[in-house]
């Protein structure tokens, strides 16, 4: 059974940090890109990042560059993602899929990944 779950999602205080973690089971991950998305209540499903099956290129959104950091462990079968001075417009479901046929063109489109996880729910107070 193919399957990611994450995990790491939290409250925490503005200005903290949070990492997220993908676990994937029943696959080779490393077959894989790996994005992460988010989405806020209320808003539409917005592209965090996407790290290459063997981590050898990684993207983000622009205004997330430089605050969000994504990294793999295809020995482990986990991605992470490491979040800092979180803000609360940063508050959200996270989801990671994975996808096959990602390019550097696609990262960012929801409907090429192949599958996906249920999600973890990160809150930042103010």
């Known amino acids: 059974q193919l399957q990611l779950v994450e995990s790491g999602g939290g409250l925490v205080q503005s200005g903290g940090s949070l990492r997220l973690s993908c676990a994937a089971s029943?696959?080779?991950?490393?077959?894989?890109?790996i994005g992460w998305f988010r989405q806020a209540p209320g808003k539409e499903l917005e592209w965090v990042s996407c790290?290459?099956?063997?981590?050898?290129?990684?993207s983000y959104a622009d205004s997330l560059k430089g605050q969000f950091t994504i990294s793999r462990d295809n020995a482990k079968s986990t991605v992470y993602l490491q979040m800092n001075s979180l803000r609360p417009e940063d508050t959200a479901v996270y989801y990671c899929?994975?996808?096959?046929?990602?390019?550097?063109?696609?990262?960012?489109?929801?409907?090429?990944?192949?599958?996906w996880g249920q999600g973890t729910q990160v809150t930042v107070s103010s």
């Open positions: 029943g696959f080779t991950l490393d077959s894989y890109a």
């Open positions: 790290v290459s099956n063997r981590a050898s290129s990684t």
């Open positions: 899929a994975a996808g096959v046929r990602i390019t550097t063109g696609t990262v960012a489109l929801g409907g090429k990944y192949d599958y």
